[in-house]
């Protein structure tokens, strides 16, 4: 049951990437088969097994193959990688939306072997989207929310925070197992959850 909203999250994250990035003028994951909604072309490994843990205790985070993307093909490469990278995140919270308005469809009329699984891929679908969202907004390249500190940052401070991009995966690593990811990020999470689920019940 988590599998399916797991790949269809991944998916969509990545995509939305790709397609922003071909809008903006530069089509390389469009060559490079990316503009896909097969999720085998986005998946990363660890970044999957990853989630699915994660989804167990809450919220699932964690990250799927980076679409391929080449700044000098955009007008504004600064600017226009950062609204790239900012489509995934915004993507993923959108999901969880639909989710949460799903969550309050009354679902009586399917037979209990169909509402019961249907029903916790909803809840899965606004758990994963919620953790995919918030981690991704980690300002630590090459996570989206380092690539849109970036494009915000001045030049000469987004190339200086743009060198450490090569320690990124460290850095996340430490997080994790400092609890720092825990302390932080799961009270943005249920805010964001929260919110979410307020606004659609009110709607």
């Given at each position: 049951?988590?599998?399916?909203?797991i790949l269809f999250s991944l998916t969509i994250h990545e995509l939305s990437h790709g397609l922003v990035a071909n809008w903006l003028g530069?089509?390389?994951?469009?060559?490079?088969?990316?503009?896909?909604?097969?999720?085998?072309?986005?998946?990363?490994?660890?970044?999957?097994?990853?989630?699915?843990?994660?989804?167990?205790?809450?919220?699932?985070?964690?990250?799927?193959?980076?679409?391929?993307?080449?700044?000098?093909?955009?007008?504004?490469?600064?600017?226009?990688?950062?609204?790239?990278?900012?489509?995934?995140?915004?993507?993923?919270?959108?999901?969880?939306?639909?989710?949460?308005?799903?969550?309050?469809?009354?679902?009586?009329?399917?037979?209990?072997?169909?509402?019961?699984?249907?029903?916790?891929?909803?809840?899965?679908?606004?758990?994963?989207?919620?953790?995919?969202?918030?981690?991704?907004?980690?300002?630590?390249?090459?996570?989206?929310?380092?690539?849109?500190?970036?494009?915000?940052?001045?030049?000469?401070?987004?190339?200086?925070?743009?060198?450490?991009?090569?320690?990124?995966?460290?850095?996340?690593?430490?997080?994790?197992?400092?609890?720092?990811?825990?302390?932080?990020?799961?009270?943005?999470?249920?805010?964001?959850?929260?919110?979410?689920?307020?606004?659609?019940?009110?709607?």
């Open positions: 049951m988590m599998l399916v909203p530069d089509n390389t994951a469009k060559w490079m088969g990316r503009l896909t909604m097969n999720p085998l072309k986005h998946l990363d490994p660890v970044g999957t097994i990853m989630i699915i843990f994660t989804a167990i205790s809450g919220f699932g985070i964690g990250w799927a193959k980076p679409v391929p993307v080449n700044p000098a093909n955009f007008n504004n490469p600064k600017r226009d990688m950062a609204v790239v990278a900012l489509a995934g995140p915004l993507s993923n919270i959108l999901l969880a939306i639909i989710a949460a308005f799903m969550m309050n469809v009354d679902m009586s009329f399917l037979m209990n072997e169909i509402r019961i699984p249907v029903i916790e891929m909803i809840k899965f679908s606004f758990l994963i989207n919620i953790g995919l969202a918030v981690f991704n907004l980690i300002p630590v390249p090459p996570l989206d929310g380092g690539r849109i500190l970036c494009g915000i940052l001045p030049k000469k401070m987004a190339y200086g925070f743009s060198q450490i991009e090569p320690y990124g995966f460290i850095i996340l690593i430490l997080l994790l197992f400092t609890n720092v990811i825990d302390i932080v990020l799961f009270p943005l999470m249920k805010l964001l959850a929260s919110g979410i689920i307020t606004i659609t019940k009110i709607i």
